[in-house]
């Protein structure tokens, strides 16, 4: 069962029924972006609307990804950015306030429309920041079709969601940086030992045939390709191979 399948309890104030649906999410066992898929459910339906987006920043590039939204965007989640103080998305991030747009919001003078999303031609729309430590980490976009007057429970129940979000999602966007820090510095250092390992197999051939050291790693690269085989698996072999024949001849 997921928390939208909750049923809030009976004479529960709302508040306190998203508050621990929220609750439920972030302190599930679910990635990142299952909680946020999470959290877009509950919004659209503790607010009627037709539409939900969730941007999360990303710091080095002073930018926000879209990370999560109710309509699928599979081309766009994880790909369509926008910059601090960009439409009306990045201004909320920059001026860290909501903006209530009741009807004809693509005529604000702050929108940015994007063709890739649907949402940008409907009526109303409701943005507020994610924010944890003073500063946004994220926005999350409400979207009407037709004209609507947001009510002030509903511009608090966004906000109050975009509180209780916004503490867990920094941890989380830290935890998701540690671990793409620790595959980059991975992949360096496997790009490091397959270096070595062709520099000593380009040396090895160069001895070995009489080779310039352009014509071994030609004739690694040539041989790689024929046998379908990574370079580095190649360059191992040759290694091997040299070191078991220094072996028999001792």
């Not at 509903?154 to 979000?165: A, N, Y």
Request: charged letters at 30%; glycine letters at 4%; hydrophobic letters at 40%.
């Amino acid at each position: 069962m997921t928390v939208l399948d909750e049923v809030p309890m009976a004479n529960e104030p709302a508040s306190l029924s998203v508050l621990h649906r929220v609750s439920r999410v972030l302190s599930s066992e679910l990635s990142l972006d299952e909680a946020l898929g999470e959290i877009v459910g509950l919004a659209a339906q503790t607010t009627g609307c037709d539409a939900c987006l969730v941007y999360l920043v990303e710091a080095e590039k002073n930018e926000f990804v879209l990370r999560a939204s109710l309509v699928p965007h599979t081309a766009d989640v994880g790909h369509l950015r926008v910059k601090m103080g960009e439409g009306v998305t990045g201004w909320v991030a920059q001026n860290l306030s909501p903006v209530a747009l009741s009807t004809k919001a693509a005529t604000d003078p702050r929108f940015k429309m994007f063709p890739a999303l649907v949402e940008d031609t409907y009526e109303a729309f409701l943005s507020v920041p994610l924010m944890s430590k003073g500063k946004a980490i994220g926005v999350i976009n409400i979207h009407h079709r037709e004209s609507h007057q947001h009510t002030a429970e509903e511009v608090s129940t966004i906000q109050f969601i975009g509180e209780q979000m916004g503490a867990a999602l920094d941890r989380s966007l830290l935890e998701e940086e540690n671990a793409r820090l620790a595959a980059e510095a991975e992949q360096v250092k496997r790009e490091l030992e397959t270096r070595k390992s062709v520099e000593r197999a380009k040396g090895i051939l160069q001895r070995r045939h009489n080779l310039t050291e352009e014509d071994a790693y030609l004739r690694m690269r040539n041989e790689s390709r024929r046998l379908r085989r990574p370079m580095k698996e190649l360059a191992d072999a040759i290694i091997l191979a040299e070191e078991l024949s220094r072996r028999e001849a001792e």
